[in-house]
């Protein structure tokens, strides 16, 4: 018999067991993480879930309804198959239209961000403030700008007409070369950004290696720089197609009725009151560019990414 027995004590209370303590730090700290999460989850269901599900509704309207005398939802699958049949051919314009101007936006912004990671020097930050500092500017007055270079009377036609690229007669606004112009030079920071990122993060040692071992520079550019700036790629002409994709502004300033794109064509069925067709065409367009970028990334091997 103990002592404590002895002098008629009771034993100390037992108190909690050790691994108590890290489970409620532990719970704690996945409160906070939610908590943090909270305000950015709530931003995301009233501004992308809410209008997502409300596209996706409209999309299903009976298209016999107006404004006038109301929309309901009639699950009428048949406003697709409408749509696309009305405006495959603005829908085709705007991916070829994308596409070139993604192309021509990595021909371009490859070499300024490869310049501006390894050649510019201290004046690096002068040339990132020059390709951000078209944001500073509203994307409305670039573009009206790019109608007032490309206008018949515009130094551009009048320096082309001179070295008889083009006609007497010959013109670049309202034109095809006009709106992928504008496409071009809208989004290139898109392109040149995500670039010099991924091409600041590469060793230059691995370069050097590769001289070392006797590779010319064509080969180590190919070799070691491009894929290693892959990720860079793939982002800039990811975050340079899909708005070229749904773009209307450059069209509609810059082109004539032949270069409608479907982005120009949703707008004015949104405000004509057409919300059917223009949901269908939206929801369309969307997952056809989720399918593209999926298929894409995977080609490239830079799931990750997404």
């Not at 006609?167 to 095809?176: E, K, Y």
């Not at 070392?212 to 894929?227: S, Y």
């Not at 120009?264 to 970028?293: C, E, K």
């Amino acid at each position: 018999m103990s002592a404590l027995s002895h002098l008629g004590g009771a034993p100390p209370a037992a108190g909690p067991p050790a691994a108590a303590e890290p489970e409620r730090r532990t719970g704690r700290r996945r409160l906070t993480a939610y908590l943090l999460l909270l305000p950015g989850g709530l931003w995301l269901v009233l501004f992308f879930v809410v209008p997502l599900v409300t596209l996706l509704s409209a999309s299903l309207y009976d298209p016999s309804g107006s404004v006038e005398t109301g929309y309901t939802v009639t699950w009428h699958w048949q406003n697709y198959v409408d749509a696309l049949r009305d405006y495959a051919r603005p829908f085709g314009r705007s991916f070829v239209y994308a596409l070139v101007a993604t192309a021509i936006c990595l021909l371009l912004g490859y070499p300024l961000a490869y310049a501006i990671a390894f050649k510019a020097g201290r004046w690096k930050n002068l040339m990132l403030a020059l390709v951000i500092a078209p944001f500073f500017t509203s994307f409305l007055i670039r573009t009206l700008s790019w109608k007032l270079l490309l206008g018949d009377n515009g130094f551009v036609v009048d320096v082309l007409q001179a070295l008889r690229i083009l006609g007497p007669d010959g013109r670049l606004l309202a034109t095809t070369a006009a709106v992928v112009t504008g496409l071009t030079y809208n989004f290139l920071p898109f392109m040149v950004l995500p670039l010099y990122a991924s091409l600041e993060r590469i060793d230059h040692r691995l370069i050097e290696a590769g001289g070392d071992l006797f590779a010319g520079p064509f080969t180590t550019f190919r070799t070691v720089t491009l894929p290693l700036s892959m990720p860079g790629v793939v982002a800039g002409t990811l975050l340079t197609f899909i708005p070229a994709a749904g773009d209307y502004i450059n069209a509609q300033l810059l082109g004539t009725p032949k270069q409608r794109m479907i982005g120009n064509d949703i707008q004015s069925l949104f405000a004509a009151g057409v919300y059917p067709t223009a949901a269908a065409l939206s929801v369309t367009l969307m997952a056809a560019i989720v399918v593209l970028v999926l298929f894409y990334v995977r080609r490239t091997g830079t799931e990750d990414l997404v």
